[in-house]
């Protein structure tokens, strides 16, 4: 078993070298126009604008397919789910349960806004290395300095957990390999069964803190202030002009969710 | 924040989401188990899970929560949930913000995302955090109280 955190696929497309604070806002942007939308043909009509970024992107459809998969059984539970339950006019039967046309159009709606929710925050992450999304969530979280929020320590602390994720990937393999050796069952997911793979990866993980506390302090880690980095970040126009297109996307859908009065 | 703090922080994040990661079958959606949020009681032995639980959890929603509004919301949530139990760290009542939190927000902007009953939405999103923070949660931190990790 192979578990991995990530999904980056490395590339230079247009989407790549955006900026990720540009990339971060635009996803909250694309992620209101597609909560605002009030019925499923406008939630498909905003999500739609993704498909054209995916593939410019260089994103492969089989790749797209793989992170997804695992949300097939839930949507379509989704869509079932509100397709037998919502009353309305019936256009058709299931065997003895009536299919409304409201049915229809509250299943799309719920389908739409999960399958290009969950879309979009894959082409950020297949497009941003987790370390260049980090440097955009301390940046756009820098302002919070001012009300007391510790934004840089924050940023480090994700900067450095973004690094012990596939480390400790690797030691939680090996735990539960080890512990299988001994006769241990991870199937069936009994809650039990757990205790003998978190216990070991705790006690393995902070003593790597221990470790890593010390190096910090033996190389005179002062805090984040006055720190350089290896990459600066630069908001260019095609940023801006990323943003404001996002932005008009949820204008336009929280107008027609109020013109429409749902 | 000290650099201690600061690394033990960070390996706390990464457990939520190696944890996540590792049991994700069970870990999204509107009927789910997130595991990880076993979790959410560390703040009851370290201070510094708080800031942890939060980073863990935006780095989960990142790469396999619900898009945008999980990054913000439930990060969030998490985050007033984990200092709810940091405060209340002396007694029983530190067990019940994640579930209480997450079952009341979450549940609610799952009920408006998938348009299913509110109710529903809150009570399953709370015994899925139930099963997560009483099952495994508790068990976790007596063991790691008796062997005095970190």
């Known amino acids: 078993m192979a578990f991995e955190l990530g999904q980056y696929v490395p590339g230079n497309s247009a989407i790549h070298r955006l900026d990720p604070r540009a990339k971060l806002l635009g996803l909250f942007l694309y992620g209101l126009a597609l909560l605002a939308a009030p019925t499923g043909g406008a939630a498909i009509l905003a999500g739609s604008v993704a498909l054209p970024l995916v593939l410019a992107a260089g994103l492969s459809p089989s790749f797209i397919w793989r992170q997804l998969r695992p949300l097939v059984i839930f949507l379509a539970l989704i869509f079932f789910l509100q397709l037998v339950t919502t009353p309305g006019t019936i256009l058709m039967h299931l065997g003895p349960v009536p299919l409304t046309r409201e049915g229809f159009n509250l299943g799309f709606l719920a389908l739409a806004r999960v399958f290009f929710l969950v879309l979009a925050a894959v082409l950020l992450t297949a497009t941003t290395d987790p370390l260049a999304l980090a440097d955009g969530l301390e940046r756009l979280l820098a302002p919070g300095q001012r009300v007391g929020l510790p934004s840089q320590e924050l940023a480090l602390m994700l900067t450095l957990a973004l690094r012990f994720v596939p480390t400790l990937l690797e030691e939680a393999e090996r735990i539960m390999r080890a512990q299988i050796a001994r006769g241990a069952s991870f199937r069936g997911l009994q809650v039990r069964n757990l205790l003998p793979l978190v216990i070991p990866l705790f006690v393995s993980a902070f003593r790597r803190a221990e470790g890593l506390a010390e190096a910090m302090e033996a190389r005179a880690y002062q805090g984040g202030k006055g720190r350089t980095r290896m990459r600066e970040l630069n908001f260019t126009a095609t940023d801006f002009l990323f943003l404001l297109l996002a932005g008009a996307l949820a204008a336009g859908s929280l107008y027609y969710r109020l013109k429409s009065g749902n | ?150």
């Open chain 2, 1 to 150: 924040m000290l650099t201690a703090k600061i690394a033990r922080g960070a390996v706390i994040a990464a457990l939520y989401a190696v944890v996540t990661i590792i049991l994700k079958p069970i870990s999204f959606g509107y009927l789910q188990v997130r595991v990880a949020e076993a979790l959410t009681l560390l703040p009851i032995l370290y201070p510094e899970a708080v800031p942890g639980l939060f980073v863990g959890c935006l780095i989960s929603n990142f790469y396999g929560g619900l898009g945008p509004i999980d990054i913000i919301l439930g990060s969030l949530t998490t985050l007033a949930a984990a200092w709810l139990t940091y405060v209340w760290r002396r007694s029983w009542v530190a067990y019940l913000p994640p579930i209480l939190l997450n079952g009341v927000i979450v549940g609610a902007y799952l009920a408006y995302l998938l348009h299913v009953h509110i109710l529903l939405a809150m009570v399953s999103v709370a015994a899925g955090e139930a099963i997560a923070v009483l099952a495994l949660g508790i068990p976790l931190l007596k063991q790691m109280k008796k062997m005095n990790v970190g």
